[in-house]
C-alpha cells in the first residue's frame, strides 16, 4: 500500500502564501502522477494541479499565475506553493497520487489538509 501525508496548511490573511507538501510511503513501485485537489463545503472535489508521469503540468484556471505545483521523483514528493490567496481558496486539500503497489496502478489519497483564506 501507499500512504500520502500532508502538511502546511492553516490560517492566513487574504493575499497571503501558503506551501503545502505531500510525502508518499509504503511499498511503492513506481508513481506515475502527483498532484492537489481540494474541496470546499457543499462544493464537489476539484483539480487544483498536477504533475503527470512525464512531467506534464496542469493548473485549474482558478489558480494559474497564483499556485506553483514542484515535484521530488527521486523522494516521491510534492509541493503546492499558494501565493496571493483568496477567500475562495478555502477548502481541504487532499494530495493525490497515482501509484503502483503491489499490484496494478491505483489512486491513492491523503487524509486532507484545512487551509482557510479570512482576514
Known amino acids: 500500500q501507499v500512504q500520502l501525508v500532508e502538511s502546511g496548511g492553516g490560517l492566513v490573511q487574504p493575499g497571503g502564501s501558503l506551501r503545502l507538501s505531500c510525502a508518499a510511503s509504503?511499498?511503492?513501485?513506481?508513481?506515475?502522477?502527483m498532484g492537489w485537489y481540494r474541496q470546499a463545503p457543499g462544493k464537489q472535489r476539484e483539480l487544483v494541479a498536477n504533475i503527470n508521469g512525464v512531467g506534464r503540468i496542469s493548473y485549474a484556471d482558478s489558480v494559474k499565475g497564483r499556485f506553483t505545483i514542484s515535484r521530488d521523483n527521486a523522494k516521491n514528493w510534492v509541493a503546492l506553493q499558494m501565493n496571493s490567496l483568496k477567500p475562495e481558496d478555502t477548502a481541504v486539500y487532499y494530495c493525490n497520487a497515482g501509484a503502483m503497489s503491489q499490484g496494478p496502478m491505483k489512486s491513492y489519497w491523503g487524509q486532507g489538509t484545512q487551509v482557510t483564506v479570512s482576514s
Open positions: 509504503g511499498s511503492i513501485f513506481s508513481i506515475s502522477s
